[in-house]
């Protein structure tokens, strides 16, 4: 069954205080399918669904305090209208992604120094091979990437899921970019 497939999501993992993390696993255990059943009948889409719990979970994180003083019918309620928001957000931005061209978006967010845009552009990837050269790296350059550039993390937030220092996650950035160039140009030259 689908809804016993989801992973529990490291960002609540990551959570430092021992307090924190465990009201989060409990809210998780509580509302994770019910969010999840939300999110699918928004979005019609099983990994959209998903990446929406996700979001909706660091939203709730960034609330704990606030969730603490409710009481259960006030957190599913909170729970659910999280996960409506994040649903509607998630259409919203697959909307515009559609109307400015999705590929221009990605390749825009991987220009830096170390990654010319000549050679970003001549990779010309499509989104679906995005999507399946994501899933070659490793679980950290997938996340570090996916948090930075599709979910528009904040450095001090990726580097506390990460468990890194701030000031390192640009260049674990750069690398992660760089593997994922690597692996574009092997899927060019593979498919040639």
Request: glycine share 2%; net charge neutral.
């Amino acid at each position: 069954m689908v809804l016993q497939m989801m992973m529990f999501p490291a960002v609540i993992l990551a959570i430092e205080d021992d307090s924190d993390r465990a009201f989060m696993e409990q809210l998780y255990r509580e509302h994770s399918k019910r969010m999840y059943i939300i999110a699918l009948r928004y979005l019609h889409n099983h990994h959209d669904a998903q990446d929406a719990v996700n979001d909706a979970i660091v939203k709730l994180i960034e609330k704990i305090p606030l969730l603490r003083t409710k009481n259960g019918c006030k957190v599913k309620a909170y729970v659910v209208r999280t996960i409506e928001n994040t649903s509607i957000n998630a259409i919203t931005k697959k909307q515009r992604n559609r109307s400015v061209g999705v590929e221009q978006n990605v390749l825009e967010s991987f220009e830096d120094d170390t990654v010319s845009v000549d050679e970003t552009v001549m990779l010309n990837v499509s989104h679906d091979e995005l999507k399946v050269t994501l899933e070659l790296l490793s679980q950290r350059d997938r996340n570090l990437l996916k948090w930075k550039y599709f979910y528009d993390w904040a450095d001090d937030h990726v580097a506390n899921a990460l468990g890194i220092e701030v000031n390192s996650v640009r260049s674990a950035l750069t690398r992660a970019r760089k593997n994922l160039l690597v692996l574009m140009k092997e899927q060019k030259n593979d498919k040639q």
